[in-house]
Structures are given as structure tokens and as C-alpha cells.
């Protein structure tokens, strides 16, 4: 336990704080490597806009580091409590089911030593689902769940790499009760079709995006910096994993290379901010992409850039000419949303959350299948002298204005317990 933890708040129960239990990622970890990306943006977000409007919040991580400190700030009310739950280093995720218990008596623990009045617990992803169930429990306070991504959907679209106790640990979520916070309708619907969920046991509440970091910006300079003045560049952000197909747009670049449309032939480039993950990615899955870059006759198109902070990611989303989002599933598609508020048109696949962000033929556009011709028809679409390149511009950024975090903690405030007097934010005027 660290010697310097902050003092013990006031039991007013205006100042009752809200528990996160993220296990496996913590908000302040980079993103795009490993298992940080959506759930680390989601909790962070969340947070700092709780903090906005005075409410207080702890989120308890898996402290994997002697050097890391137990506690550290997060926002303007939030910090991040790193806790002992197994070995003092990072785990593949498939060993983290193994230090559930272990997490769950160390937030136990944590808060014998250092009691605080809590008005909610919201656990995210699946492996906090015992521990959420258990501290609301104790607490009397709600369980808020929220599932970010679902192994039932996965396995429809042919990805089975789970532990096999993700699938009991999802239903048991579920059968428990748990307020089954949701990023789209489809992802509601999954949960009744898939796991027996009452639909008015879900929870409508779509992610929004930072309209400030993300916005539209002059990228002259960053384009000479990387090679890329006069490429069109088609981007991938996220972790290198087949669930993600990143090779679609690596064959994409090449398809267009070998028989785009002139200007589209001789310019488009593949840019991949991100890297491998520890779980669902083959080992050198980085290599085996450039690899097959290499195969194709396209080295010299294809840039990896590795992990990047949030505020270079933006300054990525603005200099591409296309975001491309070829995921085989997914929950929402905070990249779609982020790329948009920066003024890029996106082509991603028709799945999950994506077509609830992309307008198709307005923001960009959406593709059926992972047919790396239709990417490319698609990407030269939205980026060849055909396209109104300005329109889709001012068209993404609007669309994107529409998603914001405001608007999401607006709709949890309610199930946090806060009053809607609570729930104006401090600063913003009544």
C-alpha cells in the first residue's frame, strides 16, 4: 500500500464517489498496444466528464509494476487506484482470469483501509463482472455493467480464441441482473438473442468523442515530416488483430496500386497507427503484415507508425485523406467516431456500432463483406476526383458533433444515482 494515499472524504453523501473496475486496462495506459483502446478512452471519458460536474470517481486497475504508484490523479475528482492482484507484471489475457479473486479482496482491502462512501459500481468487460456483482452487493449501491465487447458475437464471425470461461462469466452477468449499459441497439439486441437479457434490462447509452483534441486541423507540415505530401493516405488505427483486418486494407493499397484510377494509382499510401495485442493476434503479427506488403509489391505504400498518445492519433485522423475500419465485428467503433470529428470520411465495415456512425454516401461509406475490392472501390470513392472531398469534410465533423460525452454521462447520471441538480456541469452554468 502506498505511504501517501489521499485523505478519506467527507461521508456527505453529495461527495459519495462512483467505483470503476476496469481489471485488465487502465485509462492512462497508451493505446492502440496490447488491450488498451475503446474501454480505456470509454473510462477515462466518463470520468473526467463526472469530475466536470463534482462527482468523485475511483477506478480500480491491476497495479503491474513495483514503480507504479498506487494511487495517481485522473481528471478533476478522479484517480486511479492500482491494486496487488497477482505477479507485479503484465499478464497475456488469458492468465487475468486467474487473479479474479485476488483483484476482488484487494479492492476489499483497499477500502477497509481507506473507507469511502460509494453511490454506484459500473465494472467493465467481463472479468470484473464477479467483483462488480459482489462490492454493489456489500455496498447497497446499483451495478452498472458494461460489456464493450461480447465472445458470443465473436464467435459468429469465426473468432474463438476466448478462455472458456468468458461465455459463463457473460451470461452470469447477465443472469445476475446487472443494468446492461450499451453502446448501440444492436449490441441491446445481441444480449437478449444471445444471453437471455430482459430488454428493458439494457441500457441505451452511446459513447461520445472529444470534439476538442478531435477536430479538423492544418497537417502540411506532419505530411513532410513522414514522407506523405503527396499521398493519399488511407489510415488504420487500432491494435494489429485478425478481429480488427488490418490485411484488408494492406490488399485494399495493393488492388488500388495495381488498377486504381489515375491520381489514386500512383499516390494512395497505407498508413497503421497501432500494434499487437496480447490476446487474438499472432505472434509478429506487425512482420506478417509487412510481410505480406512485400509479397504484394507494396513495401514502400505501407507505414507503420506503432502505438500513439491520443493527441498524436488526432493529428493522424486530420492528415489522412480516409480512415479505414474493416473490423470483422464491432461494439461501437470509437475510431469511426474520432476520425469523423477530425474531418476525415471513413469506409468501414456494415457491422455493429459502425453503421450507426457512418452515413453512407454522406460520411463516407460502408462495406458489406472483407472483400479487399470492395475496400478499394470504396476507398477510391471517397478519395478519387469523383469525390466532394469538402462536403464529406463538413458532413463527418457534423455527424461526429452529434456523439458527445456529455450527452452519455447525461443518460447514466440517473443510474449513478445523481440528481438531475447533480448533473449540470460545474462551470458549464445552470
Not at 514502400?300 to 479505414?324: H, K, M, T
Not at 476525415?344 to 455493429?352: D, F, L, R, S, Y
Request: hydrophobic share 45%; net charge positive; proline share 6%.
Amino acid at each position: 500500500m502506498s505511504a501517501a494515499l489521499s485523505p478519506v472524504p467527507d461521508w456527505d453523501g453529495e461527495r459519495a464517489a462512483v467505483a470503476f473496475l476496469s481489471l485488465h486496462a487502465s485509462p492512462l495506459a497508451r493505446l492502440g498496444q496490447r488491450e488498451n483502446g475503446g474501454l480505456n478512452v470509454y473510462v477515462r471519458a466518463i470520468c473526467e466528464e463526472l469530475g466536470a460536474r463534482g462527482v468523485e470517481t475511483d477506478i480500480f486497475v491491476r497495479r503491474i509494476s513495483e514503480a507504479e504508484p498506487v494511487e495517481r490523479p485522473l481528471g478533476p475528482r478522479g484517480r486511479v487506484v492500482a491494486l496487488e492482484a497477482g505477479p507485479l507484471r503484465r499478464l497475456p489475457k488469458h492468465q487475468l482470469p486467474g487473479v479474479r479473486a485476488a483483484y476482488l479482496a484487494a479492492v476489499r482491502a483497499y477500502l477497509a483501509h481507506r473507507p469511502r462512501r460509494y453511490r454506484a459500481v459500473h465494472s467493465h468487460y467481463w472479468l470484473t463482472g464477479d467483483a462488480g456483482q459482489a462490492l454493489a452487493r456489500e455496498m447497497a449501491v446499483p451495478w452498472l455493467h458494461t460489456a464493450h465487447t461480447l465472445v458470443a458475437v465473436k464467435r459468429e464471425h469465426g473468432f474463438d480464441g476466448d478462455v472458456p470461461e468468458r461465455l459463463i462469466g457473460e451470461h452470469r452477468i447477465v443472469a445476475a441482473g446487472a443494468r446492461l449499459v450499451v453502446n448501440t441497439r444492436s449490441e441491446a439486441s445481441d444480449l437478449v438473442r444471445l444471453y437471455g437479457a430482459r430488454p428493458d434490462q439494457c441500457l441505451l447509452a452511446p459513447p461520445g468523442v472529444d470534439l476538442v483534441r478531435f477536430q479538423p486541423r492544418e497537417t502540411t507540415s506532419l505530411r513532410l515530416r513522414l514522407g506523405l505530401s503527396d499521398r493519399l493516405v488511407a489510415m488504420f488505427a487500432g491494435r494489429l488483430e485478425p478481429l480488427k483486418g488490418p490485411e484488408t486494407l494492406v490488399e485494399a493499397v495493393a488492388c488500388l496500386a495495381a488498377s486504381g484510377e489515375p491520381g489514386v494509382r500512383e499516390r494512395v499510401h497505407g498508413l497503421f497507427a497501432g500494434d499487437v495485442s496480447s490476446e487474438g493476434a499472432r505472434v509478429g503479427q506487425r512482420r506478417e503484415l509487412a510481410a505480406l506488403a512485400a509479397r504484394r509489391g507494396i513495401e514502400e505504400r505501407i507505414s507503420f507508425l506503432g502505438a500513439v498518445s491520443q493527441d498524436r492519433l488526432a493529428l493522424l485522423y486530420a492528415l489522412a485523406d480516409v480512415v479505414v475500419v474493416p473490423s470483422h465485428t464491432e461494439s461501437f467503433g470509437l475510431v469511426a467516431l474520432e476520425a469523423q470529428a477530425c474531418g476525415t470520411p471513413v469506409v468501414a465495415a456494415a457491422v455493429g456500432g459502425l453503421r450507426d456512425i457512418v452515413v453512407p454516401g454522406r460520411t463516407g461509406h460502408l462495406v458489406e463483406g472483407h472483400d479487399p475490392r470492395a475496400y478499394a472501390d470504396a476507398i477510391a470513392a471517397t478519395v478519387g476526383g469523383r469525390a466532394d472531398r469538402s462536403r464529406l469534410q463538413r458532413a463527418a465533423r457534423q455527424r461526429a458533433e452529434g456523439f458527445t460525452w456529455e450527452r452519455t454521462v447525461d443518460i447514466l447520471a440517473g443510474e449513478y444515482g445523481l440528481e438531475p441538480a447533480a448533473a449540470v456541469a460545474a462551470g458549464r452554468g445552470a
